[in-house]
């Protein structure tokens, strides 16, 4: 069973250079999460999904897409991107019931030079 | 507004010592709270969970939380730490709805 898979691991960016990071999962799960994580500050909510078709924005929106076109996949796009979009993102999902603990996948650190 | 503080950023302890991490929420309601820990290069694993019951609940790995509502704190506690439980570790809530507040995320570091 393999959870939540992220990909790619590390990736290098230019300013302006545009990317996909996705994010599967194989446990049915209805909702998903896009969360981005800076040094010092926690978790930030990106955008979130509470089933195909549906998304929603978190927190800190700005400058990311997401999609939901299947239960299974849930991918963050990048456009234009920018120093500050340089972060650690994991993606993360949990079942129908309220309150469920996350699945979290072992993240995508980008770099955007 | 909803809010976890985790006051220690950084805590060291020796191996075998006794361990505690703070958490502090802010939550009108009853709060669903959370404790993950996330090892280097790793996503955040579930240590364990207070949903209602039984104030102090058990999780992996040995340890365990205690909910404290006249505090509004959900401290994570382990008797005897490992050097394998250098880490860092999150304290979250959840808002009721679908979506969840993390803190800011306390490191702990074990000395052999």
């Known amino acids: 069973n393999a959870g939540v898979t992220q990909t790619p691991k590390f990736r290098i960016l230019k300013i302006g250079q545009s990317m996909t990071l996705q994010c599967t999962q194989d446990?049915?799960?209805?909702?998903m999460y896009w969360y981005r994580q800076d040094p010092g500050m926690g978790l930030k909510l990106i955008y979130y999904s509470v089933g195909a078709g549906i998304t929603d924005k978190g927190e800190v929106p700005n400058g990311y897409n997401v999609s939901r076109s299947t239960t299974e996949d849930f991918p963050l796009r990048l456009e234009l991107a920018a120093p500050s979009q340089t972060s650690v993102y994991f993606c993360?999902?949990?079942?129908?019931?309220?309150?469920?603990?996350?699945?979290f996948g072992n993240g995508t650190r980008l770099t955007v030079t | 507004a909803q809010s976890v503080t985790q006051p220690d950023i950084h805590i060291t302890v020796s191996e075998g010592a006794s361990l505690e991490l703070r958490c502090n929420y802010s939550?009108?309601?009853?709060?669903?709270l959370f404790w993950y820990v996330q090892s280097p290069g790793q996503g955040l694993q579930l240590l364990l969970k207070?949903?209602?019951?039984?104030?102090l609940v058990q999780g992996i790995k040995g340890f365990e939380a205690e909910f404290k509502r006249s505090q509004s704190s959900f401290n994570l506690r382990k008797p005897s730490v490992h050097w394998s439980d250098a880490a860092e570790y999150f304290c979250a809530v959840s808002s009721g709805t679908y979506k969840y507040i993390f803190g800011t995320g306390t490191r702990l570091k074990v000395l052999a």
């Open positions: 446990m049915n799960h209805n909702y």
């Open positions: 207070y949903f209602s019951g039984d104030t």
């Open positions: 993360a999902s949990s079942p129908l019931e309220y309150n469920s603990p996350l699945h």
């Open positions: 939550y009108g309601a009853t709060p669903y």
